[in-house]
């Protein structure tokens, strides 16, 4: 009918247009922070160049945008997500504006760092650096919007993969000595220098988002067990599994081996543990699910046990190696799991709604949109 996908279209414009507005208002902070940080001429990157200021202001357009955006929009549109403790919903905020912020703070620093080595040599004046740092600001902000308003599992686990890469790779470009991967990877974290600090941070706000990851599994595990009929304590049991997963993540963070080597150790053996545990159980408790989930999680368990057997039986691997290819399955398996979780719950009604489809799934409107008058067919 064609008034319906008016309607739609007026939703979709309206949001747009609220995408641009952040923007703008993004690129207006960039210019007075540019105004006032910049004081002559600058290098595209380094200690005081343009490329640094940018990627301070982009850090705090993108939190607050994605702080902005979450409290204001995305409690109305996802019921479930707003329904839950204050304190859960703080952390959810928090973890994923941080994730927004400092993902663009290290995307835009390596952006400068490269266009400094494409353009030997040259410097800006005030204007122009005020320029690049407005543009950046208001990109960021635009790009920040329009990712939270999106935000499903799918999105939210490609963005926490990219996320941890970026981290991990700005904590290992920054880190004191060059050879710190002959040892073990948790040497990133070690120390109180910028290194440790990207790393940890990165670990601890993986490990919040990764909580949040699996809150959107289990919404999806729960609509797909009452239209399937399937046990919800096996739902329960999975959601309790991934949710340590998330939490020994973090804790991997807060206790480095600055702390306690022991307690380190222990934390990073336990999440690799309980890991192992939910390879094994998850075909075991949910047996409807895609077989060719069920099919890559046997396989996913296989390569870990082979990750295993390497470093630990034969020595091939170092432990770098190891808490590499460990770190990869784990992410790999996760984005595979949310997809085949999504794609199992797509079109099951919500709570109680008897309507259709998941919220997360379809088109982000501002909101209100939805309460428009729909037109009338002739």
């Known amino acids: 009918m064609a008034a319906p996908a008016a309607h739609r279209g007026t939703g979709a414009t309206r949001a747009e247009n609220g995408h641009v507005a952040i923007g703008v208002a993004g690129a207006v902070v960039g210019l007075v922070v540019g105004l006032i ?12 160049s343009i490329g640094q200021v940018a990627a301070l202001s982009v850090a705090g357009c993108g939190t607050a945008t994605s702080v902005l955006v979450l409290v204001a929009d995305r409690v109305r549109t996802m019921p479930w997500f707003g329904s839950r403790p204050l304190w859960r919903r703080a952390l959810d905020v928090v973890g994923l504006s941080l994730i927004h912020g400092l993902l663009g703070l290290f995307l835009t620093g390596a952006l400068f760092a490269v266009f400094q080595q494409a353009f030997q040599g040259v410097a800006l004046d005030r204007f122009a ?48 000595d060059p050879y710190w991967w002959e040892r073990y990877f948790s040497e990133l974290g070690e120390g109180t220098g910028a290194s440790s600090t990207i790393f940890n941070l990165t670990l601890l706000l993986t490990g919040i988002a990764l909580l949040t990851v699996v809150e959107f599994i289990a919404h999806d595990l729960d609509r797909w067990a009452r239209a399937t009929g399937e046990d919800h304590r096996a739902v329960t049991a999975v959601r309790v ?34 890991f192992g545990l939910t390879l094994l159980v998850l075909p075991v408790l949910l047996r409807r699910l895609p077989g060719a989930l069920i099919g890559f999680t ?12 390497l470093y630990a039986g034969v020595g091939y691997l170092n432990f770098t190696a190891f808490e ?10 996760l984005l595979l799991l949310i997809r085949a979780v999504s794609a199992a719950a797509e079109g099951l009604p919500e709570d109680g709604a008897g309507a259709a489809g998941s919220p997360q799934e379809g088109p982000a409107v501002m909101p209100g949109h939805e309460d428009e008058e729909p037109g009338i067919s002739s």
């Open 241 to 274: 599994m991934l949710t340590l997963v998330g939490v020994l993540v973090a804790l991997v963070a807060l206790v480095s081996r600055s702390v306690s080597v022991l307690w380190h150790d222990i934390v990073a053996q336990s999440l690799v543990v309980v």
């Open 298 to 309: 046997a396989g996913a368990f296989a390569l870990l046990m082979m990750v295993v057997v």
């Open 37 to 48: 940080a910049l004081r002559g001429t600058a290098a595209l990157s380094g200690t005081g």
């Open 129 to 176: 650096g005020t320029f690049w740092v407005a543009a950046a600001s208001g990109g960021a902000a635009y790009i920040a919007s329009s990712s939270v308003m999106a935000l499903t599992g799918r999105s939210l686990a490609t963005l926490l993969a990219a996320f941890v890469t970026v981290g991990v790779l700005a904590s290992a470009l920054s880190a004191p």
């Open 324 to 333: 590499m290819g460990a770190a990869v399955i784990v992410f790999v398996w």
